[in-house]
């Protein structure tokens, strides 16, 4: 290739400066002398051509191979139906016809869900494939892709380049799908309250009604019929502290493409209006203030506090007027307003014939029903008042055997508590012995249900938990819990211990023995699975799409087990381990990628247009993918037609050596305007004879 270039010897100004002198010259002395002036000023353009140092270069150059991109769509919509199939079948057609055209290069690109809820972004991702390509090297775009596309230049101008588009659409013209979009979810419920959910089912391709099945932690609670494109709203009671996952699911229509986005779910913090416990002391001991104090230091706990100063048998002669003491609502606390209670303590509390044995049915009633009840036994529970000797003996986990032994111990995790919630990880319990105070009293007890977490005198069980029907019971038998508050001999963990164990009666989530959870960091989902018994084994995997797998789990802490699991899909995840279920919705409540699920060729076509491509369907209703003829395009005309795409090889190309002949040096530029000067001489000369 060759090319004319300058090589200035002087400054483009002064260039420009003698320029306008020598045409002011020239045009002066066509003025006086004629049409003589004429080969003058061509002597004088040779000089100033001289001075712009003009040059012929000559360049090698080596054609290079044009790029054609074809991007290739991996989003969660491009797995529905049978466009994987139709973008596999695609892509290997692509590959076959594009090497077989002549320095042609081409490059593929995939594409899948973007971070977050950004959607399909394969514009994005074209740019990223193509950044080591200059744009003039671009012959074309191919995009295989359903047309379900989030991140579209609204101009050809931000493309970056001018090779055309084509865009290649999967999926049928005939498609059905059924989706729930929430409207309205809430946060957070008080327990106990029921919350209002506002959904709307749309569907293209339906009957105009779906019903609609609401479960809550995996137990159906409501069906309902709705209309199709119309809001409606659902009830949902707050059952329990901690998270309460409602799922919603519409009934999945004939042929639709997917049941993934048939079901949205909502996670509902429960929380407790007010911790509502019954604290009843039996006669005065260093320890009630314990209690106490633990109850009233947590803002969420209201207290009811009766202590028996004076039983009803004691007869002294005093007159009633005169005591200083308020009667015991017995009738008040445990019938009418028992089931307000969350908690009932006896705290050291003796038979005395203040309560009837009819309250104790209420309360062993209670408890079954889904109540909680502690016992707090000193030496009147192996005494001839214990309340083993009442109706409640039915639900206490243990009988006392009559000792009462009277020797200081440390406290000691059993192998059971090492395992359970409430007394795992307690502070001070990582050594042996124990790295916490003595307690000097064990009440002896025959323990027939429950486990027994903990231990004390001779071994002998200290804290036993047991589950009664729906309800719950602890019995802590030992009144010397207060020695840690008081810092007896170092003290104790005594907050965690006896929080933890309140807790755990008040059915915290946290606190649960058998519990499995699942908990979203991005596209990472992390387990927990607790048990109190040996490895729970593998849980079941059930993703978004409805593809199950087994996933194994490692024993983290004794009777904890954990894993983890990179979500490659958006929507709602299933776990179960046994009979435990738990949800995890990674994405967004109404994700980006699954609120549109239909393929269609009108997103991409005003910017394929725009280029010169095109954006097509490649299948009908009912046939197989086929892929457009693939045309090398030399000129700026048509880009597409009906049964094929162009693309338009660049010129590029690599100088491989150049070669510069500069004319105004040396000998030759030096004879021409030599020749010049002396042409304009002699014809100058000959004038002048003539006119003499």
Do not use: C
């Amino acid at each position: 290739m060759l090319t004319l270039s300058f090589s200035p010897l002087l400054p483009v100004w002064a260039l420009v400066a003698l320029a306008v002198a020598l045409l002011a010259v020239t045009v002066l002395a066509f003025l006086t002398r004629g049409s003589v002036a004429a080969l003058r000023a061509l002597a004088l353009a040779l000089v100033l051509a001289a001075l712009a140092g003009p040059s012929v270069v000559q360049e090698e150059r080596d054609p290079v191979r044009s790029v054609v991109a074809v991007v290739i769509d991996r989003s969660t919509s491009q797995t529905l139906g049978d466009r994987p199939e139709m973008t596999t079948q695609l892509r290997e057609e692509a590959e076959r016809r594009l090497a077989g055209l002549p320095n042609i290069e081409t490059r593929f690109i995939d594409a899948g869900d973007g971070e977050g809820d950004d959607g399909t972004r394969l514009f994005a991702a074209l740019q990223r494939g193509l950044a080591d390509v200059p744009p003039d090297r671009l012959a074309g775009i191919l995009m295989v892709t359903d047309g379900v596309v989030h991140d579209i230049p609204t101009s050809v101008s931000e493309l970056g380049f001018a090779a055309p588009l084509h865009a290649l659409i999967t999926g049928r013209p005939n498609e059905r799908d059924r989706r729930i979009a929430l409207l309205e979810a809430p946060r957070f419920g008080i327990v106990g309250k029921d919350q209002t959910i506002r959904a709307e089912v749309s569907e293209r391709g339906g009957t105009g009604t779906a019903n609609v099945t609401v479960r809550r932690d995996g137990q159906t609670v409501l069906r309902q019929a709705v209309r199709t494109g119309a809001p409606f709203s659902l009830t949902v009671r707050v059952d329990h502290g901690g998270p309460n996952v409602v799922e919603i699911e519409a009934d999945q229509l004939p042929g639709e493409l997917t049941p993934v986005n048939n079901r949205a779910v909502v996670t509902i913090e429960g929380i407790r209006e007010k911790l509502r416990v019954l604290l009843v002391s039996g006669e005065p001991h260093p320890g009630e203030r314990t209690w106490r104090n633990l109850l009233k230091s947590d803002a969420n706990v209201d207290l009811v506090h009766f202590t028996i100063l004076r039983p009803p048998e004691k007869q002294d002669g005093t007159p009633i007027n005169e005591l200083s003491l308020i009667a015991f609502p017995t009738r008040e606390l445990f019938q009418q307003k028992i089931k307000d209670f969350d908690l009932i303590i006896f705290d050291r509390y003796a038979n005395q014939s203040v309560l009837p044995s009819t309250y104790f049915d209420n309360i062993a009633r209670y408890v079954r029903e889904g109540g909680a009840l502690l016992i707090a036994a000193g030496p009147e529970y192996a005494g001839a008042g214990t309340l083993a000797r009442t109706r409640l003996a039915a639900v206490l986990p243990g009988q006392p055997d009559g000792r009462i032994l009277e020797s200081p111990f440390k406290p000691r995790i059993t192998e059971p508590g090492k395992r359970h919630p409430v007394t795992r990880d307690l502070p001070g319990s990582e050594g042996d012995p124990p790295a916490w105070g003595e307690w000097l009293r064990t009440i002896g007890a025959d323990v027939r249900t429950g486990a027994s977490v903990m231990s004390g005198a001779g071994d002998a069980p200290l804290l036993v938990l047991n589950r009664e029907d729906k309800g719950r019971v602890a019995l802590l038998l030992s009144d010397h819990a207060w020695l840690w508050a008081r810092g007896y001999n170092d003290g104790g963990p005594h907050i965690d211990l006896l929080r933890r164990l309140a807790h755990w009666l008040m059915k915290e989530p946290a606190l649960e023995e058998e519990a499995l959870r699942a908990n979203v960091a991005g596209r990472i989902i992390r387990l927990e699975r607790q048990t109190m018994g040996p490895d729970p084994g593998p849980m079941l995997v059930t993703s978004p799409s409805g593809r199950e797998q087994r996933l194994g789990t490692g024993e983290a802490r004794p009777g904890l087990f954990t894993a983890e699991i990179r979500a490659e899909e958006l929507g709602l995840y299933t776990f179960r381990s046994g009979d435990l279920v738990a949800f995890a919705s990674v994405g967004p409540a109404n994700s980006r990628e699954l609120s549109d699920v239909f393929s269609a060729p009108e997103h991409l076509r005003p910017i394929a247009e725009a280029t010169g491509g095109s954006s097509r369907r490649v299948a009908d209703a009912t046939g197989p993918a086929t892929l457009p003829r693939i045309q090398v395009v030399r000129s700026n005309t048509r880009l597409s037609g009906t049964d094929w795409i162009g693309i338009r090889p660049s010129e590029a190309a690599t100088v491989r050596g150049v070669r510069v002949f500069p004319l105004g040096l040396g000998f030759i530029g030096l004879a021409v305007l030599v020749g010049a000067v002396l042409l304009a001489w002699v014809v100058e000369g000959r004038r002048r004879a003539m006119r003499a």
